[in-house]
């Protein structure tokens, strides 16, 4: 597998602001491209995660936090189908569904170093910070026996300097993403604890 930068700062149509689809549609989008159940779990956590920070961190209207949540929902979308085009695809479906541009522009930077976006606004670095985080807990959870019952953040963050645990998350995307924001990273941490806990 090889992802490609995308070489474009560009997405969607500034007309298409405020063009969203609903929950329901992204789901059915998600049912079918994306038969691994596992990967889609990751993408339903991230969705929760950006939906939870967005209402209670940025005080989003119900539009704006639906915006994070299709994002979050939608940002792998094409990985198990394109792998080798991994991002390319679903930016383009949802340039031809005339999606709203912020939405396009935050599923092309969640990996800067992969994709060649950079975050800009506040969705953006938090896609960007969640991603991997998202995965990383939910990795070490799955191997407690409680699972996430208890989950300590100073774990997590022990964890992280394990680098043979999870050793497919790279701890510079998570440093570089949490230098971007005013967040401590135990703080985040413990966010994404609390919010993808009960996703299933
Ligand atoms: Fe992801």
């Not at 994306?34 to 956590?45: A, D, S, T």
């Not at 060649?116 to 070490?140: C, Q, R, T, W």
């Not at 998350?169 to 919010?195: G, K, M, W, Y």
Request: net charge negative.
């Amino acid at each position: 597998m090889s992802i490609h930068q995308l070489g474009r700062s560009s997405f969607g149509d500034p007309a298409n602001a405020g063009k969203l689809m609903t929950i329901q549609e992204a789901h059915q989008l998600l049912e079918a491209w994306v038969p691994n159940e596992r990967l889609r779990l990751h993408m339903k956590q991230v969705a929760a995660v950006m939906k939870a920070w967005a209402i209670e961190r940025e005080g989003a209207d119900e539009q704006t936090a639906l915006k994070w949540e299709l994002a979050g929902l939608l940002h792998d979308a094409d990985w198990e189908k394109s792998p080798n085009d991994h991002c390319r695809i679903i930016i383009e479906e949802l340039e031809r569904h005339n999606i709203d541009p912020d939405v396009i522009h935050c599923i092309a930077s969640h990996g800067p170093r992969y994709f060649g976006v950079e975050p800009v606004n506040s969705m953006d670095k938090m896609i960007y910070m969640f991603d991997e985080l998202s995965g990383f807990i939910h990795a070490a959870a799955l191997i407690r026996p409680t699972r996430y019952e208890g989950l300590d953040p100073k774990s997590i963050l022990k964890k992280l300097k394990t680098l043979n645990f999870a050793a497919q998350v790279n701890r510079d995307d998570i440093t570089d993403a949490q230098s971007r924001i005013d967040t401590p990273l135990e703080e985040i941490i413990q966010f994404v604890i609390d919010h993808q806990k009960d996703v299933a």
